[in-house]
């Protein structure tokens, strides 16, 4: 068995990578954007979700140079930085999640046909990380639709998303 990654599990492994730099960027971006509006607590988490993703990217990174793929990365796109409302970004947030999840599946599918036992065991924690990334925020997205009919309920959403980061020692100033 060759420990060398096949063309398949490669290109799919290498969107994936892209993507997760591109989708930590825009968290960033969110990020940036949420503590222009004086949400906290929401921009906290955003930075936090470009952590996760940035790290999860040099993950993959790492597993490609271990496995001898050669690659170069594409530029990353510009990216939307005006959105209005903190739902506007939560909605984005949901999108890029469920992107991230089909490319996690692709790379995984792709690893099964090729035999790859090793990407297999590799991407399979990145499975589980996408499930629980997709419920977070459709849950977090679900309570911030139900609270945005008054400013009050936006800076109380707020409120709890900074009150959750700092339970999970995420806190960013």
């Excluded at 968290?27 to 955003?46: I, K, N």
């Excluded at 679900?142 to 400013?151: G, H, P």
């Amino acid at each position: 068995m060759s420990m060398a990654i096949g063309k398949r599990v490669s290109e799919s492994i290498i969107k994936q990578l892209q993507e997760e730099f591109l989708v930590a960027y825009a968290y960033l971006a969110m990020s940036c954007v949420l503590r222009d509006m004086g949400l906290f607590g929401s921009a906290d988490w955003c930075f936090s979700k470009y952590e996760i993703n940035r790290l999860k990217a040099l993950k993959i990174l790492k597993h490609l140079e271990m496995r001898g793929a050669k690659f170069k990365l594409s530029p990353i796109p510009a990216l939307r930085q005006d959105w209005r409302a903190p739902l506007h970004i939560f909605e984005e947030a949901s999108r890029q999640e469920q992107k991230l999840s089909g490319l996690v599946a692709v790379t995984y599918e792709s690893a099964l046909a090729d035999k790859d036992y090793v990407t297999q065991q590799f991407i399979h924690a990145f499975l589980k990380e996408q499930c629980e990334a997709e419920s977070e925020i459709t849950f977090l997205l679900n309570r911030l639709r139900k609270m945005q009919a008054t400013d009050i309920g936006v800076f109380k959403f707020d409120e709890e998303l900074s009150s959750r980061n700092k339970m999970n020692g995420e806190y960013y100033k």
